[in-house]
């Protein structure tokens, strides 16, 4: 299977999952922090590659998947195209923390959410 078929796969279990919620694209928008223009390339399989980890939990947690995402994710990636968890942790921590002026109880609880998916990534990947 080539990784626009992985994306494609992806994308319909997103949509399917928005659509048997009832959520429109503005609502998931709205839950998960996560603009309706890229969930919409999300969806019809138009992305260059994989969300972030952040995007995946962001997501997740909006159309009320427990750790489906992330192992759907993990399983459609190729050995090839999955890069150390620690330069990815690293990296994605730096822009989330960049992004943010200031940090709250709303970034705190990203940023746990964020290290929680990662250490299941991790796990995963121990497997």
């Known amino acids: 299977m080539d990784k626009q078929e ?5 994308g319909i ?3 399917s999952r928005r659509q048997a919620l ?3 694209l503005r609502e998931v928008e ?5 603009s309706a223009a890229l969930i919409t390339k999300l969806e019809n399989g ?17 159309l009320k998947f427990n750790d489906e ?10 050995p090839k195209q999955i890069k150390k968890t620690e ?5 994605e921590l730096r822009e989330l ?17 964020f290290v929680s998916g990662l250490e299941k990534l991790q796990k995963i990947e121990n497997l």
């Open 6 to 10: 992985q994306l494609i796969k992806f």
């Open 13 to 15: 279990i997103l949509k």
């Open 22 to 24: 009832k959520l429109s």
């Open 30 to 34: 709205k839950l998960s922090n996560v």
């Open 46 to 62: 138009k992305m260059a590659n994989f969300p972030k980890a952040i995007t995946i939990k962001q997501l997740s947690d909006a």
């Open 69 to 78: 995402l992330f192992v759907l994710a993990d399983i459609l990636f190729e």
């Open 87 to 91: 330069n990815t942790f690293e990296n």
């Open 97 to 113: 923390l960049a992004t943010k002026t200031t940090l709250n109880s709303e970034n705190i609880t990203q940023v746990l959410y």
